[in-house]
């Protein structure tokens, strides 16, 4: 089994750029490939599907040349359901020392003003499963804040990657829109009944990996930003019939994955952002076993 990679920078590929070759198909510069089908070890199992991206001095924030540590399809499984994975990858890049991540995808609408081809930067979350497969060392000596799942500063650097970049007429959404990504595990999409729920709690669209990622990367204290971009409304939302999903697909998967590439180009690696700080360590005392300790 292959050793874990250092690299502070790590890219969650996913449904965003599904049926590309990444990165060769963007034929992006100063963008290479270093290392493919790496499996790692992990306490759960063996976890696949990562590869190592090079990013040339010329395009990044310090002009020093960067690794990036990239998973393809969140980590999944190609021929099964396992909704673990998010623990396994986690786990991959709490050991490569991993500090900004960055998550693409797409996603549905319960919200009527958010379109198909819009880009979402989403600035919070509902997801009422969280846990389920935590990467938390134990729940005595460590806490998770929410105050921000998401990076403001990563958020930024994704807003503004892709401003100049988003095909009209999809609008790019940044944390100013404050627009609120609900997780739902999948693989099937809402009922009409459940997007109804989402609505009203809320939510403005529907994710199948946001929940268990952004939770994960607080538990592992790095910074977290999701890129995704709206494919349908969810059934119920709007009038009219199904919106097929593949044309929209077949449009943006080319431009959201260059823009995934070039935000972890341009992401800065600082902690002014204060993510780092909302996973807390806390006393050894709260971890001791007390009825039984020795006075
Ligand atoms: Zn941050």
């Known amino acids: 089994m292959t050793a874990i990679p250092r690299t502070p920078f790590a890219l969650l590929s996913g449904s965003a750029g599904w049926g590309i070759r990444f990165p060769e198909d963007l034929a992006e510069p100063g963008v290479r490939v270093l290392d493919r089908w790496l499996t790692f070890d992990t306490p759960w199992g063996p976890q696949g599907h990562f590869q190592v991206l090079e990013l040339d001095g010329a395009i990044t924030a310090d002009g020093r040349s960067r690794t990036v540590l990239n998973v393809f399809s969140h980590g999944w499984p190609n021929d099964a359901i396992d909704n673990a994975t998010h623990r396994r990858v986690a786990w991959v890049l709490e050991q490569a020392g991993v500090r900004k991540v960055l998550a693409d995808s797409t996603c549905g609408s319960v919200n009527r003003m958010l379109q198909p081809a819009d880009f979402i930067v989403a600035r919070d979350m509902l997801d009422f499963t969280q846990t389920a497969y935590s990467a938390m060392p134990g729940r005595l000596r460590h806490q998770g804040m929410a105050s921000q799942l998401f990076c403001p500063g990563l958020a930024r650097t994704l807003e503004t990657t892709a401003r100049p970049l988003w095909p009209s007429p999809g609008r790019v959404l940044g944390h100013s829109h404050q627009i609120v990504v609900c997780h739902n595990w999948g693989p099937r999409f809402t009922s009409r009944a459940e997007a109804r729920a989402y609505q009203m709690l809320g939510g403005d669209a529907i994710n199948q990996s946001i929940g268990p990622e952004a939770s994960a990367m607080r538990e592992i204290g790095a910074c977290f930003a999701s890129a995704s971009y709206v494919v349908c409304w969810e059934d119920g939302v709007v009038d009219g019939p ?7 697909h077949h449009t943006l998967r080319h431009v959201s994955t260059r823009i995934s590439l070039l935000a972890m180009a341009r992401a800065e690696l600082t902690d002014a952002c204060g993510c780092a700080a909302l996973r ?14 020795p006075s």
């Open 242 to 248: 199904a919106i097929d999903i593949d044309p929209i």
């Open 280 to 293: 807390i360590v806390r006393a050894p005392e709260y971890a001791s076993f007390a009825p039984g300790s």
